[in-house]
């Protein structure tokens, strides 16, 4: 390994500890000093690779203080190394101060490739990855939400999101109000671990599906949404004389549903049309 000082971003497993990568175990054994989020969390992890080094815990309320130890290391020569408790550091995670600082002084950054949460559930999500978009955790209170979804809505990159277990029907059911119950979401969850799920619906259905089984709302989640397509959003005229026919007798949003079913519509985009074409009387 160089002799230069250098701060090394090592990946862990997000959940089956054969992800870990040799190089990363080789760098762990190696380095004066491993900066860990939550040294309780990674120390069975180390344990089970034999990995002796001290650790020191590095998170998201560590002080100038504790970035200038780990920085005395590296200028009194020495290499250390920088863990999340799970995937790659700096991914909604902490770090990024200590490494802030460590280029500021001229150390070197050196990244060790690995799991990642969210590039592994977009390769199995099914969604354009040409393009997209990682917008980290979600706003936990509905309204903020609500306001980022929908500032959102014509986004053309595929969407991904980290979210909460326990606030994952309640972003699926913001999602589905704020982008339409027809676009195309995927969950990703669990990655690697025993429950792994991954599943791809439109997000109304999805979260119909995730709120009748609550196994669904547990563990970790990545959340991903189809970008905004114009082309998809073009109502076919036949679609449009059926709607106004049957918005002639019932209620609008019914007349939406229906027309939907019956001639291949988005109900989103029939009410919204009806929104913005009242009926002559």
Not at 23 to 43: H, K
Request: hydrophobic share 40%.
């Amino acid at each position: 390994m160089e002799q230069t000082p250098t701060l090394y971003i090592v990946p862990t497993p997000l959940g089956n500890l054969a992800d870990m990568v040799p190089r990363g175990i080789e760098v762990l054994q190696t380095v004066a000093r491993i900066a860990a989020e939550d040294t309780r969390r990674s120390a069975p992890l180390l344990a089970h690779f034999g990995i002796d080094t001290p650790m020191s815990a590095y998170h998201d309320h560590s002080d100038r203080q504790a970035t200038s130890r780990l920085l005395d290391i590296m200028r009194s020569g020495e290499s250390i190394a920088l863990i999340s408790d799970a995937g790659t550091p700096l991914i909604s995670d902490p770090g990024f101060r200590l490494v802030d600082a460590a280029l500021t002084e001229g150390f070197r950054v050196c990244p060790i490739p690995g799991p990642c949460a969210l590039v592994a559930a977009l390769s199995a999500a099914g969604l354009p990855s040409d393009r997209f978009s990682f917008e980290g955790f979600l706003p936990a209170k509905s309204q903020a939400r609500k306001t980022l979804l929908n500032a959102l809505v014509k986004e053309e990159r595929t969407l991904i999101f980290y979210e909460a277990p326990h606030r994952v029907l309640e972003c699926l059911d913001d999602i589905a109000t704020c982008m339409g119950d027809d676009r195309r979401v995927v969950l990703a969850r669990e990655i690697s671990k025993l429950y792994e799920t991954i599943v791809r619906m439109p997000a109304g259905q999805l979260r119909d599906w995730v709120a009748a089984d609550r196994n669904q709302q547990r563990g970790e989640c990545v959340v991903l949404i189809e970008g905004y397509h114009a082309q998809r959003d073009v109502l076919d005229p036949e679609v449009i004389k059926g709607f106004d026919i049957l918005r002639e007798e019932l209620p609008m949003k019914q007349a939406a549903a229906l027309a939907a079913r019956l001639y291949g519509g988005k109900k989103n985009l029939l009410y919204q049309y009806g929104l913005d074409n009242p009926i002559k009387i």
